[in-house]
């Protein structure tokens, strides 16, 4: 089984920053891409970002400019870095994970419990 752990959720001001990170654990062979989900109360959950595997990086248009998602591949880690928060920003955040374990030949989607991101003043 393949497990992820997100952390850096809270509380911040209109205009505050927060960083996320997510931590992928177990029997992991390769990680073809990681990215952040959210979902809002009554919403869908959305794309926020998402870092594939040889770099090519995609933002939902809502957050260009203000959101940065990077990756550790060494640690299985991937962090959203998030600038000039909006109060539409408020969501749970999920970290989204396609791994490879040693006991398969293919990939399956991954999905952390979520941290909420809550904007307000």
């Known amino acids: 089984q393949v497990q992820l752990v997100e952390s850096g959720g809270g509380l911040v001001q209109p205009g505050g920053s927060l960083r996320l990170s997510c931590v992928a654990s177990g029997s992991i062979f390769s990680i073809q891409h990681m990215g952040w989900y959210r979902q809002a109360p009554g919403k869908q959950r959305e794309l926020v970002a998402i870092i594939i595997s040889g770099g090519s990086i995609n933002y939902t248009d809502s957050v260009k400019g203000r959101f940065t998602i990077s990756r550790d591949n060494a640690k299985n880690t991937v962090f959203l870095q998030m600038n000039s928060l909006k109060p539409e920003d408020t969501a749970v955040y999920y970290c989204?994970?396609?791994?490879?374990?040693?006991?398969?030949?293919?990939?399956?989607?991954?999905w952390g419990q979520g941290t909420q991101v809550t904007v307000s003043s």
């Open positions: 989204n994970a396609v791994v490879r374990t040693y006991s398969t030949d293919w990939f399956d989607n991954y």
